[in-house]
């Protein structure tokens, strides 16, 4: 078994994530006013808001109080800089014509693309060019493309963290570095990969979600206003989700804080940090693999829920029980997926949520709970 990583907690550690906690608490304002306003108009992310103000909630508390254990000088000064730049880049892009000069650029390159089709290639070509160009996917394959990018963060637990980590440590002058930094940054190298994945990942969780903030207060707040990456984020929303919260901040919100939790309590990473993934690769993959198999082979819808079908919820289910399955061991594994089919079934009643919020925190929940029955089937390393 490999003991919990100690952290060297110091002053800039403190203060970076008090500042961070502050920055959540004002994001928390924001979201229970778009709460107040849903439930007011009856809006149908009512729940969904309430839900993620509680969880938004649950974050600045987290990381006032733990924060510096949790997220120590540098990740936490790395969240910072991504929040401020979140901030510059969003409100910089809104006031600026930035989004006028990004469509004319779009239309120019396609204007381009044409012109090189017509001239370079042959009738028949040409005809199958315009297709592929033209071809889009379809709109359920479309909502599910931020889930699927979120695997990124998987991939920085198993591989990428540690190479990060140690090409940081060899870059950095440790004569000039703080101490506090360079502790920092040893202390998950040498508690091994999953250690030094987790911290660089949920860094960057973190920053994701709050690159994303600015940019959804914006196209909540004024629509009609060009933000970052419009185009795209209007692309992934169904017509009646215009307005209110994407599914992207649902779970760019929710998985930090899941991953805080599970990794809290002294009870070793060398099981915690598997449950993390497993958390992970449920929340993704089975979820995506419900709307797609449900979307693509389902026929039959359940009764109370047009929205989501037989084959949908069976395929997430296995999904989740097989993707968990090394991370956990066979008895978490079946509770996984015990989780992920009762949200799945279950997730409007008694009140409609985000599935995108509620399988964080209850696969998060049911694995604290059963934290001594965890057995990883492959080692830590």
């Known amino acids: 078994m490999v003991a919990e990583p100690t952290f060297l907690a110091g002053p800039v550690s403190l203060g970076a994530a008090r500042v961070l906690a502050l920055g959540v608490a004002a994001y928390t304002v924001a979201t229970a006013a778009h709460t107040r306003r849903a439930y007011r108009h009856r809006l149908e992310d009512r729940g969904s808001a309430l839900l993620a103000t509680f969880v938004m909630a649950g974050l600045a508390a987290l990381l006032w109080q733990e924060g510096a254990r949790l997220l120590p000088a540098p990740y936490s000064l790395v969240v910072l800089v991504l929040s401020m730049v979140g901030v510059i880049i969003t409100l910089g892009y809104t006031l600026s014509d930035a989004e006028r000069r990004l469509q004319e650029w779009r239309e120019q390159v396609k204007a381009a693309l044409d012109e090189w089709a017509e001239k370079m290639l042959p009738p028949e ?43 940081t440590l060899r870059l950095v002058d440790a004569e000039t570095m703080p101490r506090e930094f360079l502790v920092n940054l040893q ?5 091994g990969w999953l250690a030094a994945g987790h911290v660089v990942s ?40 215009h307005g209110l919260f994407g599914a992207h901040y649902y779970i760019a919100a929710t998985l930090p804080f899941a991953i ?71 008895y978490a594994a079946l509770v996984c997926g015990l989780v992920f089919l009762l949200v799945d079934v279950l997730a409007p009643i008694p009140f409609s949520a985000s599935d995108n919020i509620l399988n964080p925190l209850a696969l998060a929940a049911a694995l604290l709970a059963i934290q001594d029955e965890l057995a990883p089937l492959l080692p830590y390393y």
């Open 125 to 167: 070509r040409k005809e199958q060019w315009l297709e592929a160009r033209l071809a889009e996917y379809g709109a359920e394959e479309k909502r599910k493309t931020p889930h699927l990018m979120m695997a990124l963060f998987i991939l920085g637990y198993l591989a990428l963290g540690y190479p990060i980590l140690r090409g």
């Open 202 to 241: 949920t860094t960057f969780l973190l920053g994701v979600l709050f690159l994303l903030l600015p940019v959804e207060m914006v196209r909540l707040r004024f629509p009609e206003l060009g933000y970052p990456f419009k185009e795209t984020i209007n692309s992934l929303l169904r017509e009646r989700e």
């Open 260 to 330: 805080l939790l599970l990794t809290r309590e002294p009870v070793g990473w060398s099981t915690s940090l598997y449950a993390v993934v497993a958390v992970l690769v449920v929340a993704i993959f089975g979820d995506s693999a419900s709307a797609l198999f449900g979307k693509r082979y389902g026929k039959r819808t359940w009764p109370h829920n047009p929205n989501k079908t037989y084959v949908g919820t069976v395929a997430g289910t296995l999904v989740s029980v097989v993707l968990a399955l090394p991370f956990v061991g066979v």
């Open 187 to 191: 202390v998950p190298v040498e508690a």
